[in-house]
């Protein structure tokens, strides 16, 4: 079994965001790149299968800021194959990114049999839509996407799938197939930065020139902003000691104490 | 050419989902601006019961085929696309849920309509949608203009008020024939909720930690001040992922939803996909060390304290006025 598990960099919501001088972006300058949470999940989950069922799994993304960083860590988690599809892909929306990993993916349009494609539901800045669904109508194979465990199987999957409420949903998907990962059977390993220092020094990231999709967004972002705080609560200020006479004071006056 | 817009018809476990009211709310404001028509869609098996609720909009199209309830995203972007065509619709809206993902991105995909994410608002200007997106869990919004409101929208599930979309009566409903082939992807069974050691949703005080409580041991801190206050400590999904608590106790989006008297944010940003399964809590206090945490923007009360050093604190102090 070969798991290609498609990699992406989001800006670090734990920083400050703050808008480009053209209203239309994040202030590239002021982004820290991290990778999407769910793609952490969704190399966590094809190193689960290549453990369980062995494989190989490959790791590949676009080129864009630090995405090194996320290779070379996912090599020391113990993937087989990084690769970085080079290019200018600033502009390029879901739909665009779909094209340039199904060209790399399968050339002549076939994905083989033994192959599981694997990657995050959704980003919190996919304006354009989820990228799995895309992927998997490009390479003309199934898509199920929120899936928080697979098991597998000779020639199909057995993927449980999220709705809503704690209700989830068993599905049978046939191989090969597009599987968007909302969070692995297990929490995502962690590997120490030596670990990955030496990955550094020892593995190679492989490059590949990607080819340039047809597909260009078809939307335009007219402005971005900071959204205006609305029913800001009530804070409370002061130190530790004096925030915590305050809940205690706001707990009591709701008689909850 | 109608140039209306068709609503997807979001429907589970034969309910409409919450959702389809929001997005009918939604449709009908901008049908009216428009002056165009507003049609709905429903495929699947009973869709006349299902149609008939759905008094918002001026018709219904009913695809009766019970092979497309829990059908594939692709699958169920056909019947639509299909639709589409018949109807010469302008502008169509599906659900942001787990339910409905994909099926709108496909959509964009075949008809090369623009596609917008994460909609929390739209508005008619000059005759053009202008759709508003939250992105980066709610910290930044982001306008597009959908040129001769000519687009897909994927809703924000919580952003528009259902109520808005329920209306009595007897939608003129028209059956649809479209022809899908069968979908390759197998439905085998729902799995119900877990419980767990503790129900979470019949809880009156819930204590709960997010990212900002940085590791497994300090939720040990939470379950303190939980037992304190006779309540349960609940969490965000990050949490989760990493195992320091079981999916019985997520709240959120694909967790459960709580309503109860207290619920006390320890650590947690407030991101679109949380606040939609704790925005029903009678009392919210939030504690964050960011102070442009969105959580701020619906919470009762906040403060920017350090959430680990102020759970040992807050809980002597909870337990000393308790005696």
Known sequence: MKYYVLIKMVPDTVEELIIGADGKSLDTDAVRPKLADSDEHAIEEALLLKEKIGGDVAVVALESPEVEDALFTALAKGVNQAVKLTGDWSQLGSLGAAQVFAQYLAPDGQLSADTMVLLRSQAYDDLEGEIGPCLAEKLGVPFVGVVTRIVPGAQEVKVTKEFAGGLRGEFVVPLPCVLGIQSAEKPPRYVPIAKVRAAQKTAKIEEVEGVAPEAQRAYEVERMYLPEAAGRAQMLEGSVEEVADKVVEVLAQNSLL | MSQGILIWTEHLRGQISEITFEMLGLGRQLADALKVPLTAAVAGANVTALGSQLGMADKVLLVENPALTLATAATQASVLQELLHQEQAALVLVGGTNVSLGVGTVLAARTRLPYINFCKAARVEDGAVVATSQLFGGKVLADTRLAEHRGIISVYPGAFPAEAGRRAGSPQLIPAAVEVAPSPVKFVQFIEPETGDVDITKQDVLVAVGRGIQSQDNVA???????????????????????????????GKSGMTVKPRLYLALGISGAPEHWEGMQGSRLIVAVNTDPKAPIFDGAHYGATVDALDLLPVLTEKVKARKG
Do not use: F, K, M, N
Not at chain 2, 235 to 250: E, T
């Open chain 2, 221 to 251: 801190l939470a379950e303190e001040l939980a037992a304190a206050l006779g309540g349960a400590v609940c969490a965000s999904r990050p949490v989760i992922d990493q195992g320091w608590l079981p999916l019985s106790r997520q709240v």
